[in-house]
């Protein structure tokens, strides 16, 4: 097996270890390298609100293209980052990437409303919400510009934790979204606990609403429950626009998929940041009423 020797060394080779076992070192290795010497990027995922076409956000999504290596998926090393202890220090990167980048299209007068950004359960330490406030002043960012992704899981670690710590978050002003909404693991009670702003319905509801009747029945019930909690409503991996269609008419109006666009470098989403662009997309397709 291999040997953590530390904070800032790298685990060392063990003779005894398997192919998988030294593949999964060296995997590490470089992500310890990646993070620490600036190896990962971020892409931006448009969200759009299809009343106007503007887009209102975009998520934020990690990317490491090894040199070598070739891309890894965040599916992969995101875990492997939780596993390495490595998560809060990525973490940290990500918001403040995120941050500085709608600073830097903000002094070229490119406005991006919001940025989301997605956080570990793992993350949820007694300092973050100390670096979010840190990179909030340095990059002197209107809060309400930072929006934190959570999933099911960060809030059932420890619930009353996790009130308290959103509660600061939201104080401050920063924008709260619970991801992957149904899932992960939970009771509906948590809803109604935790101060959120939006709910984001999972690309494999958004699937099967247009399947099956029960998948339909099922997001329009998850649509009415999240503004019967005065939440909004965003969809996830919207890719067709039959996904397209059943969404908007059943009042979730905000869209984040491939059929608008996949997650793309800083430099590819500001063109889609002009007004015109996707309220020409909206207008060009055919959306003759289906009943
Ligand atoms: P997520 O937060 O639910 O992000 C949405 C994922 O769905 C992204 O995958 C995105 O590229 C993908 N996606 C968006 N639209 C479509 C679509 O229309 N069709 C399909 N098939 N997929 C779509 P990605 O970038 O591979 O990220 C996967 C997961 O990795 C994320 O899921 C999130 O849980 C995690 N992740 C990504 N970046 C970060 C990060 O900076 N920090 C942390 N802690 N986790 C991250
Ligand atoms: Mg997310
Ligand atoms: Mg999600
Ligand atoms: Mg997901």
New binding site residues.
Partial sequence: RAKNTGKNNFMVYDPGMDEAGIERLTLENELRKAVERGGLA??Y?PQVDTHSGSVVGA?????WDHPELGPI???RF?PL??EMGL?SQ??EW?VREACRQVGEFASRGVKLPRVS????AL?FTPDFNRMIRDVLEETRLPSGVLQL?V?EGVLMSDISASVNALSELRDMGVGLAI??FGTGYSSLNYLTQFPLDEL?I??NFVVDAVVSDRGASLVKGIIALTRSLGLKPVA????TLDQFRFLTQNGAHII????FS??VPAAELEPLLSPWHFAEFLQNLDLEPVD
């Fill in positions: 971020l892409h995922q998520e934020a999504l990690v990317r998926a965040p599916s995101v980052a939780e998560i990525l973490g990500v950004v997605n956080v570990s993350q992704e999933t991801d992957d984001k999972d690309r996830e991996g919207v890719e984040q998929g491939f059929m996949k997650a």
